[in-house]
């Protein structure tokens, strides 16, 4: 059971590794205009990139961009080879994107595959909107993004850049537009930090080094002037490095040499009783930018300068509801999305079955944080979770119990967040993720560790679904942790 919770970063940090090879942007008053149309780009252009976390070969990317005319198409695939608490996990993912002459986007499709998980989505521009449609559990769901301009996709953007008369100190501000899980439009910057040699095999290339901020992770890249990558690295130790062919795509023999549980441990210093329940506990947060994480601060959790105070709630104390909620200042926690699909009618039956009749929204929740408990398998998934997979397939970490649980509370009437961060797990600390339910106030639940309402030592950090979890990996690795106070079931801890 404890394994498992330490897995809540791996479905952030496999996205976000997708989105880093697969991010669209839109230009946002960008300091650089950005020419029409593109001329020095070749017919047909081919780039191989072996995928790497901390010199450990974990995958490879591959992209295609062939000039058909006034329409530029480009193919990109990547795999995955990983080990989750020693079991090896394969990840998959392609798209194709149609742009036009000026690399703008008109139209993607894009496809993740996993053992538990196969998503499609696909998306056409037209105007400023993108009309996506998303293939998640045999299910099709579709929806309308609103963008500020028609975007590019970012295996087309290096080559626009490098058209740029790229120079040290030049900065660009985009807007990006991301695939699966996000589908939303995120701030971002690129700077050209300075110039670098950067050995590839025996030749040592003089290259333009970029530094880009986004989602509040500071990422590099080092591509030439036709705007061909050479390196690129990302947070926690991710790196894409260009190869040939037949070394990008060769692995090591055997399982995977690294596990992902590595990245989820985080350093903690002071001691919690093993005994009882956690109450309430103060923790010293630092090693992280606080104004990137300001869900922090609310509802169970009060920062009071670099400590954050936790209090469990008290389940007796709330004045619960009838079902449903009939309120306007937490309707929007009752929506259905892409990932949470609350109205699909398996999951609608599925929460009525387990209700049986019960009209009592705290005791409701009670009764799906215990189903889904006792009828989700525990076991690492590599996945973008989705709530109607979930059902069907009944396994997961505790991405797919809070993901179906959230679907299962809203079709009861219940509004229900995400919540993201950290909990502990006998003596240390670990990456998580939980829902909260508002149940008369709001409470956090953890239906993966059976806990109602869950203890203290749950530290949020993010508020939202997988499209808002990117920050999550800027923490990891750097995130620090220190027990100033704790109380359990009304016995304090010595300071």
């Known amino acids: 059971m404890g394994r498992i919770v330490r897995l809540a970063v791996v479905a ?3 996205s976000l590794l997708v989105v880093l090879g697969t991010r669209v942007y839109a230009p946002g008053g960008a300091t650089v205009l950005v020419p029409e149309k593109i001329d020095a780009v070749s017919p047909v252009r081919e ?3 072996g995928a790497y976390f901390k010199g450990n070969k974990i995958g490879y990317i591959t992209t295609r961009t062939e000039r058909i005319g006034e329409i530029i198409h480009i193919k990109q695939a990547g795999e995955l080879r990983l080990s989750l608490i020693g079991q090896a996990r394969r990840v998959e993912y392609s798209l194709s994107a ?3 002459a000026d690399y703008r986007l008109r139209s993607f499709s894009f496809r993740l595959k996993s053992e538990f998980s196969d998503i499609e989505a696909s998306g056409e521009v037209r105007g400023r909107r993108m009309l996506l449609s998303l293939v998640s559990g045999g299910e099709t769901r579709k929806n309308v993004v609103e963008m500020a301009d028609v975007p590019y996709i970012a295996a087309g953007l290096k080559p626009v850049l490098a058209s740029q008369a790229l120079a040290p100190g030049k900065k660009f501000r985009f807007h990006v537009f991301e695939p699966p899980p996000t589908f939303q439009t995120v701030p971002m910057e690129i700077e050209v930090e300075g110039m670098d040699g950067v050995k590839t095999g025996n030749t040592v290339t003089t290259v333009y080094r970029l530094k880009t901020t986004y989602h509040g992770l500071i990422l590099r890249a080092w591509i030439d002037e036709k705007g061909e990558t050479l390196k690129e690295e990302s947070p926690s130790g991710y790196t894409l490095i260009r190869e040939p062919k037949q070394v990008a795509t060769t692995f090591p023999e055997g399982a ?19 005994k009882g329940v956690v109450d309430s506990l103060t923790l010293r947060v630092s090693g992280i930018d ?3 994480y300001p869900d922090m601060n609310g509802g169970r959790q009060t920062v009071e300068g670099n400590d954050v105070v936790i209090r469990r709630e008290d389940p007796p104390s709330i004045v619960s509801y009838p079902l449903p909620y009939a309120g306007r200042e937490w309707a929007d926690d009752l929506k259905p999305d892409l990932f949470v699909q609350a109205d699909h009618p398996k999951i609608r039956a599925r929460a009525e079955k387990i209700l049986a009749g019960e009209t009592d929204a705290r005791k409701a929740a009670e009764k799906i944080a215990s189903w889904v408990h006792l009828n989700v398998r525990k076991e690492p998934v590599v ?3 989705s709530a109607i997979e979930v059902l069907e397939n009944r396994v997961g970490d505790c991405n797919e119990h809070t993901i179906l649980y959230a679907a299962l509370a809203r079709s009861a009437g ?8 950290v909990v502990r797990v006998l003596t240390r600390f670990y990456y998580h993720a939980w829902p909260e339910v508002y149940v008369g106030r709001w409470m956090a639940v953890d239906p993966t560790l059976g806990q109602f309402p869950a203890d203290a030592t749950h530290l949020r950090l993010i508020q939202g679904g997988l499209d808002k979890q990117a920050p999550i990996v800027a923490a990891v690795g750097s995130l620090r942790l ?9 016995l304090e801890a010595a300071r």
Do not use: C, H, Q
């Open 12 to 14: 952030v940090w496999v």
């Open 47 to 49: 780039e191989w990139l």
């Open 98 to 100: 149609y742009n036009g």
């Open 256 to 274: 995977p040499v690294f596990d992902l549980l590595a990245l989820s441990s985080v350093p903690v210093t002071g001691l919690i009783p093993d």
């Open 290 to 292: 606080p104004s990137i």
């Open 383 to 385: 996945s973008i979770p």
């Open 414 to 421: 219940i509004p229900t967040r995400i919540s993201a961060g």
């Open 482 to 490: 220190e027990v100033k106070g704790v109380r359990m079931s009304g």
